[in-house]
């Protein structure tokens, strides 16, 4: 439950404040949380203020919830901090397409453009301290260059609880994803989604799991922060109102609520964690250009 206090500002107006969610805070309080800082945000009277306040809901929200997941609760603050300081420098990335007031420049369409793609390369940066935090030693770039959708429905299928299906063809899997994200952004890429017929992990390798949660929960901070550039942007709050945005929802309530949705929709649960499956995919493949080729021995 998220305690509501009411501050007396220097202006002598009364305003309502949200104590910050933790380990133990309900999904459904994390986003209120989430979308109540990001409106504030919003609101804010310059570019850096607005910045800062979406970084630093963003960071605990997406902090909190990795650290479950990858069950390393202990690395919950440590977490925090990463995940809030990779989240600001993605943000940052918009700050050209804005004056200091925090209004749009209509002629800086290049560098608003620029900084929408910009999540993955800011994630991947912030990485290696995020997977030392949980004790990670896997390859992580090479764990990502080799990452498939097979790899991701696991992943998926863990967290949601579910089965990982087994005999899905890739041909029923892209078939489904036609039906089930008609009308999504990424509809035209679904045919290229890649497939292997690498092995399930084992128990063994639970780390290399536990590496890719990592990876898909700090690209996802990495993107969801700028959307409420994106918004003030666009000169509403669309891009921050669930309601209208699925995907702006704390990571772990996106997914149950879509694949909830799937299903009430009348389709099966196996389309619905394959659907869910490439929301989770899609913050895969913010990685996938910038690790496409192997280090250079020597750099």
Known sequence: MLIIVINMSEDGVERLAVSEPTVETPLEDIQGYLVDEAKSALGQFTFDARNSRM??????????LAAKSTGHVDAADRLRDIFTQASEEAGSTFSGAFDETGRKLE?????????????????????????????????????????????VLRLTARELGQPVPQGLTPEEVKRSLHETAKGDYFEDQIDTLPFSDKPQLTKQQEQTEQTLDMAVRLANATWKVGQVHRAAWEGNDGRINPAKREAFNPFDLLKKEQYNRVVKEGRSPQDALVRVGLEVYKDVIQYKPLVAQPPTPGR
């Open 55 to 64: 970084a630093k809901a963003v960071g605990l929200e997406s902090a909190i």
């Open 107 to 151: 002629d800086k369409n290049d560098i608003y453009n620029s900084a929408m793609s910009a999540a993955g390369q800011v994630a991947l940066r912030h990485l290696p301290a995020a997977l030392e935090a949980i004790g990670s030693n896997v390859d992580v770039q090479t764990l990502l260059r080799d990452t498939d959708f097979n790899d």
